[in-house]
């Protein structure tokens, strides 16, 4: 498990890896010819990502040592995650490959083993 300094770099690894997915969600929303519930998807997906994933991770890096905030920002990124980036990812993927006429459609998005103890719903 790390704390402190090393979790501080480890979260501002994630976070310059995850900062370039609204970039992406901006390519792909953008696709001429992506359906609705491509962009449907690529929408949710720019409402929750800078709330639940990039802001989680820079709250980690701010205050690494208090270890009830880093539980409760990792638990909202694994939520996040679960319930509505990786199932707006199942949606988003086939639309765009649909979009550019690329078959057959990706498979569906890896599931981390976080995600087998959430339980709920995709949130509207």
Known sequence: TLSGADLAAAA????????????????????PGLSQDGLNAAMDLMQVFQ???LNQLQNIINDPTNNDTVQARVDTINDTRCLRVLPDVDILWPAAFAAVNISPPPAPAQ?????KAITGSKKV
């Open 111 to 115: 599931r981390e083993n976080a995600c």
């Open 51 to 53: 709330v639940g994933v």
């Open 12 to 31: 501002q690894t994630a976070f310059g890896f995850a900062s370039d997915e609204p970039k992406q969600l901006m390519l792909e929303g953008g696709l």
